[in-house]
C-alpha cells in the first residue's frame, strides 16, 4: 500500500531551528512536495523535490532522499507565524498526490 | 488578482440534502481538484479533472459528483448518498496534472446535521 509517515506534533522555540520528517512508500514516484498549512485554511506551497539533495529557499529547505524514501523540511530562524500545519505528500506514478497527515508544530517564544 | 475562490466558507445542512460547493479558478489551469480533509488524516482526493469535460474519480468518489462545462469551474456535489459528508472540502488547481504544482482554495467546512 502507499504510506505517508510525519511526526504528529514537534514544539520548538522562536528564534531555533527544527527538522520535520518525513517518510514515504508510494507506487512509483514523482516528486515530494511539502505545504504549510495554518489552522482552518488552504495549504500553501512551499517547497518540491525529485532530486536528492537539499533545496534552499530563504528560511526553509527541503531535502531528499530517493534511496531511503525520506525527506526533512528545515526551517530557520523560527517565527511565532511559523506555527502551522506542514503536510508531506508524495506524487506517485499516476500523478496522483498521497499526503501525509501533517505535522502540527506549536512555536512557544 | 489571479486566484482559486471556494464558496461558501462555511456551510450547514440538514441530513439527507445534497449540497453543492463552488469552485472557481482564473488561473487559466486545465487541470482542477477536489479533496476533503479530516481531522487526523491527509488529505484525499474525491475527483479530479484535466480538461473540461471530463472527470475521473479518485479515491473517495462514493457518494460525491462532479462537473466541469467550464475551464474555470468545478463544483461539487455531496449527494445524501455520502455517509459521512461533514468536513472540510478543499478545490486545487494546476496548469498540468503531471508536471504542475497544485495550488489550494480556502476551502469549505461542512457540517450535516
Known amino acids: 500500500g502507499q504510506n505517508i509517515d510525519q511526526p504528529t506534533e514537534m514544539t520548538a522555540t522562536e528564534g531555533a531551528i527544527v527538522q520535520i520528517n518525513c517518510t514515504y512508500q508510494?507506487?512509483?514516484?514523482?516528486?515530494l512536495f511539502w505545504y504549510q498549512q495554518h489552522a482552518g485554511e488552504a495549504p500553501t506551497f512551499l517547497s518540491y523535490?525529485?532530486l536528492d539533495g537539499l533545496e534552499e529557499k530563504g528560511r526553509f529547505s527541503s531535502f531528499l532522499s530517493r534511496s531511503k524514501g525520506y525527506s526533512y523540511l528545515l526551517l530557520k530562524e523560527l517565527q511565532m507565524k511559523d506555527s502551522a500545519s506542514y503536510l508531506c505528500a508524495s506524487m506517485d506514478s499516476n500523478y496522483q498526490l498521497i499526503w501525509g497527515a501533517g505535522t502540527k508544530l506549536i512555536i512557544k517564544p | 488578482d489571479g486566484g482559486i475562490t471556494q464558496s461558501p466558507k462555511y456551510l450547514f445542512r440538514k441530513e439527507g440534502q445534497n449540497v453543492t460547493l463552488s469552485c472557481e479558478q482564473n488561473?487559466?489551469?486545465?487541470?482542477m481538484y477536489w479533496y476533503r480533509q479530516d481531522p487526523g488524516q491527509g488529505l484525499r482526493l474525491i475527483y479530479y479533472s484535466q480538461i473540461v469535460n471530463d472527470f475521473q474519480k479518485g479515491d473517495i468518489a462514493e457518494g460525491y459528483s462532479v462537473s466541469r462545462e467550464k475551464k474555470e469551474s468545478f463544483p461539487l456535489t455531496v449527494t445524501s448518498a455520502q455517509k459521512n459528508p461533514t468536513a472540510f472540502y478543499l478545490c486545487?488547481?494546476?496548469?498540468?496534472?503531471?508536471?504542475?504544482?497544485?495550488?489550494f482554495g480556502p476551502g469549505t467546512r461542512l457540517t450535516v446535521l
Open positions: 523535490n525529485v
Open positions: 508510494t507506487s512509483g514516484f514523482n516528486g
Open positions: 488561473l487559466n489551469h486545465d487541470a
Open positions: 486545487a488547481s494546476s496548469g498540468d496534472r503531471e508536471t504542475d504544482t497544485q495550488y
